[in-house]
């Protein structure tokens, strides 16, 4: 009888600290309701022709939320307009920065810890977009340093593919590599986890 009692009282103390917790959650997402959102999501956005990588970092500003959005193309620049209404996420990106007639109005719903939603694509059309959180960059020991590698021979593309398929719209003229302008990305083969970047542009002016 004594067993039965202890164990009946056991089960009692972990039900009410699981209520305990749940409540305590669920206090803390009305609290702050912005906070399950916080941080950094590596998206995809999914047109009709092909998967876009895409990225973007929510931050806390007084009691509203900002936000760092990298698009198809670019760096990360500060969006105009961004909301949190539950478990709703609300952002725009400007037209002039996407290559397109109107903004791109990006909806979303969180459910746990994924993003999912739709826009307004560039073409017409409505675009649905994911969002997984990145990837913390947390080193667990000291960075090793190995013989510098070169990634670019000077003469050809070898070592690099592009963000499309087809004949290739990037160059090798005069020992650079060279872009057509607003055109597809070029992406390295190779693949590397901590490393230091020696890269040198040559802007010429028109």
């Known amino acids: 009888m004594k067993t039965a009692r202890i164990a009946f009282l056991a ?18 997402e009305r609290s702050d309701p912005v906070g399950p959102f916080l941080g950094r999501w590596d998206l995809t956005l999914k047109a009709p022709d092909r998967d876009y990588p895409s990225w973007i970092e929510i931050s806390k500003k007084g009691e509203g939320v900002t936000a760092l959005f990298t698009g198809r193309w670019g760096n990360a620049r500060l969006l105009p307009l961004v909301t949190v209404r539950g478990k709703e996420l609300t952002f725009v990106s400007p037209k002039e920065e996407e290559g397109s007639n109107a903004d791109l109005a990006f909806q979303g719903v969180l ?11 560039p073409d017409g059309k409505t675009w649905s ?17 190995d013989n510098p590698v070169s990634l670019f021979d000077g ?26 302008g607003n055109g597809p990305e070029l992406i390295s083969d190779s693949k590397y986890r901590d490393f230091k970047l020696h890269i040198e542009f040559n802007c010429g002016l028109q």
């Not at 089960?11 to 803390?28: F, G």
């Not at 003469?155 to 499309?164: F, R």
């Open 11 to 28: 089960s009692m103390i972990i039900a009410a600290c699981a209520i305990c917790m749940c409540t305590s959650a669920q206090v803390s």
């Open 111 to 121: 459910d746990g810890e994924h993003l999912s939603g739709t826009l307004n694509g």
């Open 129 to 145: 977009w994911t969002g997984v959180r990145a990837p913390g960059l947390e080193r667990s020991g000291t960075a090793e340093w």
């Open 155 to 180: 003469k050809t593309l070898n070592g690099w593919h592009e963000s499309k398929a087809g004949p290739p719209d990037w160059t090798v003229q005069d020992g650079s590599l060279v872009t057509p």
